[in-house]
């Protein structure tokens, strides 16, 4: 007598979602994810977010603030696109680190309502990085550049 035993996929394997048509939530989400880095990158060229960035004690601001957006943009772009997306999660990862803990200061700011701001600005921060943090592992899924190229 022949038993049938199921074994279990690795938990580390990525499935693809049993219908079909579900497939196109995942674009979706990611141009989602990704807008708010694309479309703020472009003011990170413009003299009042380098003065801002130098107010908070960011080094070098002339310097850094134009190169996280020009990272910004590129990552946000990389994951709307679905093209190399562990690449660009990870370079939200490198955007997210440093803007998250220079710029939201949270405990650090005396008057109440701007430290509540700053504290809801450093939780949307950390919760998107948990998210470039997933798709750097998970990559771009099905409807992706990336996808057509495996």
């Known amino acids: 007598m022949t038993s049938h035993v199921e074994v279990a996929p690795p938990r580390d394997v990525v499935r693809p979602v049993a219908r079909p048509q579900l497939r196109y939530i995942v674009p979706v989400g990611r141009v989602l994810f990704a807008a708010i880095f694309v479309v703020a990158a472009f003011g990170h ?3 009042q977010s380098v003065a801002y960035a130098a107010s908070q004690g960011v080094p070098l601001p002339g310097l850094a603030v134009p190169l996280s957006g020009v990272i910004a943009l590129v990552g946000g772009a990389s994951i709307a696109l679905g093209y190399r997306a562990r690449l660009g999660a990870w370079l939200i990862v490198l ?23 700053q504290q809801i600005m450093f939780m949307k921060n950390l919760s998107m990085l948990g998210a470039a943090l997933v798709l750097a592992y998970t990559g771009a899924g099905p409807v992706s550049l990336d996808a057509r190229r495996e």
């Open 95 to 117: 955007f997210l680190v440093p803007v998250t803990f220079t710029m939201h200061r949270f405990w650090a700011v005396g008057d109440p309502m701007m430290a509540q701001m």
């Open 45 to 47: 060229f413009s003299s």
